[in-house]
Structure formats: structure tokens, C-alpha cells
């Protein structure tokens, strides 16, 4: 086959697989704005002093990124024999996820639009 053959370069991109471990939680009931207030301050650090962050943070979307957290540790020491104390983390990002488009009624017959947006949030761990 020709170098620049279309079905060589895919097997060529798939080859580079991600081996970090990660942990990616879709359509969590939160919006990205305010996933991201939390994921601002855990971004970079080691694992232990992330935990400590989301416990004591005291927005609802610390909980669930605890949980993310902790699913994405334990994937990093079952699946890949890595060791916590050396985990940090490298990527952690909220992608916009659908809307839940709701009916508020109004004042003399009208309705107002309510939108619950959803997000998936992903958390990718390094070894220092």
C-alpha cells in the first residue's frame, strides 16, 4: 500500500494507544461551568492532596469528582500495578453534555424554558 494510504495512517494512529490510567464519568447532572471551578483546583496535583481538596471543598461537584477520583486511583493499582503515592494528575476536564429542556410555568399563560445541562468529566492520571 501507498505511505499516505488512508487505511495505513489509521492503523498507524490507533497503534498509539493512551496507557494512563483514567476514569471518565458521562452525563453527570452538572453543569461544565461548575465542574470545571472544581477541576481548576485539583489539576496538577498528587492524588492525596487532591482528595484532600475535594473532600473539604464544599460545592456539589467535589462529591462526584471525589468518586471519579478514587474509581481512576484504583484503575491506575488494578489494572496497570501502579503505586498511589506516586499518581498525579496529568489531564482532568468537563465536556458539555446533552440538556434536559424543561417547562416553567409563567405569569398570564406563558412558559419559561429550564435547561439542566449534563457533563462528562474525565480525570487521566500520570505516574511522577
Do not use: W
Not at 45 to 56: H, R, S
Not at 68 to 85: D, P, Q, T, V
Amino acid at each position: 500500500m501507498a505511505k499516505g494510504h488512508r487505511s495505513q495512517i489509521k492503523r498507524e494512529r490507533n497503534a498509539k494507544k493512551d496507557t494512563r490510567p483514567s476514569a471518565k464519568l458521562s452525563y453527570a447532572r452538572v453543569s461544565v461551568q461548575k465542574a470545571c471551578f472544581v477541576l481548576d483546583a485539583i489539576r496538577g496535583k498528587d492524588v492525596e492532596t487532591a482528595l484532600a481538596i475535594l473532600t473539604y471543598n464544599p460545592r456539589y461537584a467535589s462529591s462526584i469528582i471525589k468518586k471519579l477520583l478514587e474509581s481512576a486511583i484504583a484503575n491506575a493499582e488494578n489494572n496497570n500495578g501502579m503505586n498511589a503515592e506516586n499518581l498525579y494528575i496529568a489531564e482532568c476536564y468537563a465536556n458539555k453534555g446533552p440538556t434536559m429542556k424543561r417547562v416553567r410555568p409563567r405569569a398570564q399563560g406563558r412558559a419559561y424554558r429550564i435547561e439542566k445541562r449534563m457533563s462528562h468529566i474525565t480525570i487521566v492520571l500520570d505516574e511522577r
